[in-house]
């Protein structure tokens, strides 16, 4: 037998075997901390953007715009990944059950605030995720056909209690925040409007310029083709300030309803837990990207208005949403399927 495999040199063998095998753990278990640490190399490898709608939306542009020049100032690349369904709970939960570790985020606009109240979630909204920032938002408003006698808020107002529940408006459809907005406006208006709800902003927006209702709720963004040639009106927005893309028209709040805010907004959410550190470097980056003039100019040209707010203002005012609108959606009669 050759003298290397002998019986005597096992022994030799095996201790140097053992020592080689304690050395590669320990490197393996160095490499894994190393992989996992929050600060210092974030981001390593690319991080994927969820998007929790269909490509072509609000939250899909918003989502691209913002990867992109994250790409660019984190030197790895951002991913958006489209996973719709279920009014964006599908994506929402996929990024709760995320590891927390900042290399999945979530696009989210108002209606995530609002899901909670009008479907059932298998997370909780505010508790399983950690805010990041907000991008922009942008106003609702209410819009009248031409010949609709009412000019401003005031005098629809002043209509709606002359007629109660007749003055029908149209909106993109039930339980979202354009038909939560409705129901906003009458309890702080103290008057009641018809609901009519409709598959899409778009149909509704027909319908209205077709003389067969008087009244739209929806975003700014999505009446402009109806308002800038004249076929709709508008009468006020729902925004605390005037919009920039209608700066003459009236807020509802100035217009006799103190206090009214009924805006779509959208942000950066992160799974809970997220090391503050990696929330500081997106939140900072996030800032920089929206003072940049060419991203304001493609945030407004998709519909919004840049408005950033770093983590913790944006986190609380998520979870003050997902209160606000959980009362409306109750007094509104909408509550998730049994």
Known sequence: MDRAFSADAWPALAR???SIAGALAACLIGFGAHAQAPAGNYPNRAVRLIVPFAPGGSNDILGRILAQRFSERLGQQMI???????????????????????????????????????????YD????????????????????HPSFPARDVKALIAMAKARPGELAYASSGTGGI???????????????????????????AIDVVGGQ????????????????????RPLGVGSVKRSTLLPDVPTIAESG??????RVWWGILAPARTPRSIIDRLDAQMAHILEQKDVREQVVA?????????????????AEEVVKWAKIARQAGVQPPK
């Open 16 to 18: 140097r075997f053992k």
């Open 257 to 262: 309803v103190p206090g009214f805010d009924a």
């Open 213 to 232: 209702l008087p009244l739209l709720i929806s975003t700014v963004a999505s009446a402009l083709p109806q308002l800038r040639p004249g076929r709709l």
């Open 302 to 318: 998709a519909g919004a208005e840049p408005a950033f707010s770093p983590a913790d203002p944006f986190g609380r005012l998520v």
């Open 125 to 144: 909204a505010v508790k399983d995720f950690a805010a990041i920032g907000m991008l922009g938002d942008g106003p609702t408003v209410i819009s009248a």
């Open 80 to 122: 958006v990944e489209n996973r719709p369904g279920a009014d964006g709970i599908i994506g929402a939960d996929l990024v709760a059950k995320a590891s927390p570790d900042g290399y999945t985020l979530l696009v989210i606009s108002t209606s995530f605030a609002i899901n909670p109240a009008s479907n059932r979630v298998p």
């Open 178 to 204: 354009i038909h939560l907005t409705g129901e906003l406006f009458s309890l702080m208006a103290g008057v009641k409007l018809l609901h009519v709800p409709y598959k899409g902003s778009g149909l509704g």
